[in-house]
């Protein structure tokens, strides 16, 4: 089983910088998959960024939503077992509950909800004008 606590949500003035934190308790895996998500008040969740682990011999990948392409960028330190999202550049349309989610095991990244198994707490992001 895996646990997943966020952290580093806030409230930032547009243009402005924000580090969320996904810290994963429990066993370890070699390959895996993290993803981050959103959800607006009234709207649906949305899928943000991924990255996936492989290992040391075939690395990593991410994939970003267009949205936030340019401005979000994931990271990882294995040695913790921590994800990061790190954004910049907020926009007030950033503002929503963001929620890291993972999935031991996997090799590739993914845009579906359902292809997570283990899901944060959720931590509030607002961004105002």
């Known amino acids: 089983q895996v646990q997943l606590v966020e952290s580093g949500g806030g409230l930032v003035q547009a243009g402005g910088s924000l580090r969320l934190s996904c810290a994963a308790s429990?066993?370890?895996?070699?390959?895996?998959?993290m993803g981050w998500f959103r959800q607006a008040p009234g709207k649906e969740r949305e899928f943000v960024a991924a990255?996936?682990?492989?290992?040391?011999?075939?690395?990593?990948?991410?994939t970003y939503a267009d949205s936030v392409k340019g401005r979000f960028t994931c990271s990882r330190d294995n040695a913790k077992n921590t994800g990061y999202l790190q954004m910049n550049s907020l926009k007030p349309e950033d503002t929503a509950v963001y929620y890291c989610?993972?999935?031991?095991?996997?090799?590739?990244?993914?845009?579906?909800?359902?292809?997570?198994?283990?899901w944060g707490q959720g931590t509030q992001v607002t961004v105002s004008s």
């Open positions: 989610a993972a999935q031991p095991w996997a090799t590739a990244t993914s845009r579906d909800i359902s292809a997570y198994d283990y």
């Open positions: 429990g066993r370890t895996f070699s390959s895996y998959r």
């Open positions: 990255f996936s682990w492989s290992g040391v011999w075939s690395g990593g990948s991410t």
